[in-house]
């Protein structure tokens, strides 16, 4: 993990906090503060580990600022504006309760603790929004991509707790994931961003700022006509993501094994 400075912000408001959450951080990346935060890989452009295990879990902060370039928030364009390193307070909020409905439908996913107002503008598709900051907790800080980053060590520790009894890894995690899956569109629910990024180590499914639910549905009709489509699409997503793990771990991935998975769960793959 690389160690970055914050700082501790004065003004602030809690506007979501979970009963059980004792402590809030409302740190902001900041060279000369005099906190500190940190990145487990190059990969997590926004997101820090804001205290290292406490209970057994990993504290993480997102939008908390850039974990590159000498700023902490980077407005990219003029014409098309988006800052990077920053999270609006409208998609914490979206993320913060969406990812509570999931967890509540026995899907494993990282444990909404709390979201910030920093009282801070950010730009969203070019309009000025106010910025907020989501703090969860996880098993494990690192996502499936980050499998470059994670010491090997740790992985393992990781890969032991999977319950894999003599199978393959990959088949482990596609019975977890094809499973997830059949519940999110069972519940009418579209993750929106399904890829390896999103699930841990542990199988941890996170990051629902983009989600959709029929409690939680998009304000914009347009995308709202678009969640039809977008939402057959999560089934090959998640196949990708099996089969990541699959060549991570150096497995051979049986594709008719994977594909009965999803048979069994009542997703048909129709070839042409």
């Not at 494990?140 to 740790?154: N, Q, S």
């Amino acid at each position: 993990m690389q160690s970055f400075k914050a700082k501790l912000l004065t003004e602030y408001e809690i506007v979501h906090k979970c009963e059980k959450t004792t402590i809030i951080y409302p740190y902001i990346r900041d060279d000369i503060g005099t906190e500190h935060i940190f990145c487990v890989s190059p990969l997590h452009g926004r997101s820090f580990v804001l205290r290292h295990k406490r209970n057994g879990k990993w504290i993480i902060g997102k939008g908390n600022g850039l974990s590159y370039t000498s700023h902490s928030y980077l407005l990219t364009s003029l014409s098309y504006g988006e800052t990077w390193g920053g999270l609006t307070l409208e998609n914490a909020i979206r993320d913060y309760n969406i990812g509570n409905q999931v967890n509540k439908l026995g899907i494993k996913t990282n444990h909404m603790e709390g979201v910030i107002n920093i009282k801070k503008k950010i730009y969203s598709n070019g309009i000025e929004c106010q910025a907020g900051l989501l703090q969860y907790s996880v098993e494990c800080p690192y996502r499936l991509t980050d499998f470059g980053f994670i010491p090997k060590k740790e992985l393992h520790e990781y890969l032991d707790k999977w319950d894999v009894k003599g199978q393959e890894y990959y088949l482990y995690a596609a019975k977890i994931l094809i499973k997830n899956l059949r519940i999110l569109h069972d519940n009418h629910i579209m993750h929106n961003a399904m890829h390896a990024q999103n699930y841990t180590w542990s199988l941890e499914l996170l990051d629902f700022e983009a989600s959709r639910s029929n409690k939680y549905p998009f304000s914009n009709i347009d995308y709202e006509r678009c969640v039809p489509i977008l939402i057959e699409a999560e089934i090959l997503q998640t196949y990708e993501i099996i089969n990541y793990v699959s060549w991570c771990l150096g497995e051979t991935m049986d594709y008719s094994k994977v594909e009965s998975i999803f048979h069994d769960y009542g997703f048909v793959l129709m070839s042409i």
